[in-house]
């Protein structure tokens, strides 16, 4: 992958706000061009008014395929070219599975999943021509494992990282780069008008009720700061060894790292009974 410099273009989805928007004023402060998208345009004003000559503005629902298309034709029409695309766009549902609606199940993985992949699709031929490039998809902690109330955010995560675990594979021979990011708990929006609670089922209240609790209370008190984020990002691209996946936070190392130490004492565990289901010989 080439090294970044003035004329490396960042292509961020979900940009005004959150991890989206730190990334695109990280770009903007190191003198790369920016395309930012969001559903509504106007919400990137004040991004664009930092640099204008540096960021492109582009209403993008992530879920709407031909505005996806139009949004890569505009960019390549403008700067010919998409270094580093980061699916970014995306919220969160809170509730029991057995709490969450199939229609908003459905919308959770339209956005999460299926809008990331269109993003990508359509990048795709031009960073291949070019030979260069990343993907970055920004997961979750959650995307690594699940936790009782984040089901459906955490399904749409989940089948994120399976089909970046593909691409990345897929991809490396064309010079791309494929990168999942875990974030923990970031001071964004996401524990904000960025989450969704879904109906309550009273049986459920004791088990998931705390992470209800939990979820409203960590707004706006969370540890991780989302411009580290970005630095921390852009690092990882930069190097030699860029990981696959890119856990941010101390509580995402930890909840990896933890996840990782029982998966791997349940395979032990069970070994026997595992390889003791082969035709006999």
Same mark, same amino acid.
């Given at each position: 992958? @080439?090294?970044?410099?003035?004329?490396?273009?960042?292509?961020?989805?979900?940009?005004?706000?959150?991890? %989206?928007?730190?990334?695109?004023?990280?770009?903007?402060?190191?003198?790369?061009?920016?395309?930012?998208?969001?559903?509504?345009?106007?919400?990137?004003?004040?991004?664009?008014?930092?640099?204008?000559?540096?960021?492109?503005?582009?209403?993008?629902?992530?879920?709407?395929?031909?505005?996806? @298309?139009?949004?890569? /034709?505009?960019?390549?029409?403008?700067?010919?070219?998409?270094?580093?695309?980061?699916? +970014?766009? %995306?919220?969160?549902?809170?509730?029991?599975?057995?709490?969450?609606?199939?229609?908003?199940?459905?919308?959770?993985?339209?956005?999460?999943?299926?809008?990331?992949?269109?993003?990508?699709?359509?990048?795709?031929?031009?960073?291949?021509?070019?030979?260069?490039?990343?993907?970055?998809?920004?997961?979750?902690?959650?995307? +690594?494992?699940?936790?009782?109330?984040?089901?459906?955010?955490?399904?749409?995560?989940?089948?994120?990282?399976?089909?970046?675990?593909?691409?990345?594979?897929?991809?490396?021979?064309?010079?791309?780069?494929?990168?999942?990011?875990?974030?923990?708990?970031?001071?964004?929006?996401?524990?904000?008008?960025?989450?969704?609670?879904?109906?309550?089922?009273?049986?459920?209240?004791?088990?998931?009720?705390?992470?209800?609790?939990?979820?409203?209370?960590?707004?706006?008190?969370?540890?991780?700061?989302?411009?580290?984020?970005? /630095?921390?990002?852009?690092?990882?691209?930069?190097?030699?060894?860029?990981?696959?996946?890119?856990?941010?936070?101390?509580?995402?190392?930890?909840?990896?790292?933890?996840?990782?130490?029982?998966?791997?004492?349940?395979?032990?565990?069970?070994?026997?009974?595992?390889? +003791?289901?082969?035709?006999?010989?």
């Amino acid at each position: 992958m @080439k090294k970044f410099d003035n004329s490396t273009v960042w292509f961020i989805t979900g940009a005004s706000s959150g991890f %989206g928007k730190s990334l695109a004023q990280h770009a903007i402060e190191k003198g790369y061009k920016v395309v930012a998208t969001a559903r509504r345009q106007e919400k990137l004003k004040e991004l664009q008014a930092t640099a204008p000559d540096q960021v492109l503005p582009l209403q993008m629902d992530v879920t709407q395929r031909k505005e996806v @298309k139009q949004a890569i /034709e505009k960019t390549i029409a403008h700067w010919g070219k998409i270094d580093v695309l980061i699916n +970014n766009a %995306g919220y969160g549902i809170v509730g029991a599975l057995e709490e969450t609606p199939e229609d908003e199940l459905r919308k959770q993985m339209e956005t999460n999943f299926f809008g990331a992949v269109a993003v990508t699709q359509e990048a795709l031929p031009h960073m291949r021509k070019e030979r260069s490039g990343a993907v970055v998809n920004m997961s979750s902690m959650g995307g +690594n494992m699940s936790f009782g109330g984040f089901g459906a955010y955490s399904a749409s995560k989940f089948a994120l990282e399976g089909a970046s675990e593909a691409l990345a594979q897929e991809v490396a021979p064309f010079g791309i780069k494929t990168m999942i990011v875990e974030p923990g708990a970031f001071r964004t929006e996401f524990a904000g008008e960025a989450l969704k609670h879904m109906p309550k089922i009273d049986a459920y209240d004791e088990i998931v009720g705390g992470t209800r609790d939990f979820a409203k209370g960590m707004h706006n008190t969370q540890e991780g700061d989302p411009k580290k984020a970005a /630095e921390a990002i852009e690092q990882a691209l930069l190097s030699d060894n860029t990981p696959l996946r890119l856990q941010l936070g101390k509580d995402s190392v930890d909840a990896v790292k933890a996840h990782g130490e029982q998966l791997l004492e349940d395979l032990e565990s069970w070994r026997q009974v595992a390889e +003791n289901t082969s035709f006999a010989s």
